[in-house]
């Protein structure tokens, strides 16, 4: 069960927590650019999950793998809207911009 680099469950599972700990940090204040960013770095998370997850054999963590694909793919979609709106926010005047 597992592949070497995870003997055990436990191990992984480590390694996950390590990973899920990660802080997001930013400067960016702005809300758009703020949850661009965010969602970035947490399919960035997501994908190196996946990545160690995938030739691992334990069903719990086959279960996790189902779940985080599911994730990445609604994170892949909020960035496209993030991209978007930023790049309207970019093109649209100065005096022209309203406040939500």
Known sequence: MGNQKYGSLKDFEKFKQSVLNQEFRTQNTHPLVYGYERTVFEKER????I???EPLE???VKNRLKHW???LQ???KTEIRFKTLLQ???STPPNRI???
């Open 69 to 71: 694909k599911a994730q």
């Open 88 to 90: 309207e926010l970019e």
């Open 58 to 60: 334990f069903l719990t």
């Open 74 to 76: 609604r994170l892949e």
């Open 46 to 49: 997501l994908k190196l999950l």
């Open 98 to 100: 309203s406040v939500f």
């Open 51 to 53: 990545a160690e997850a």
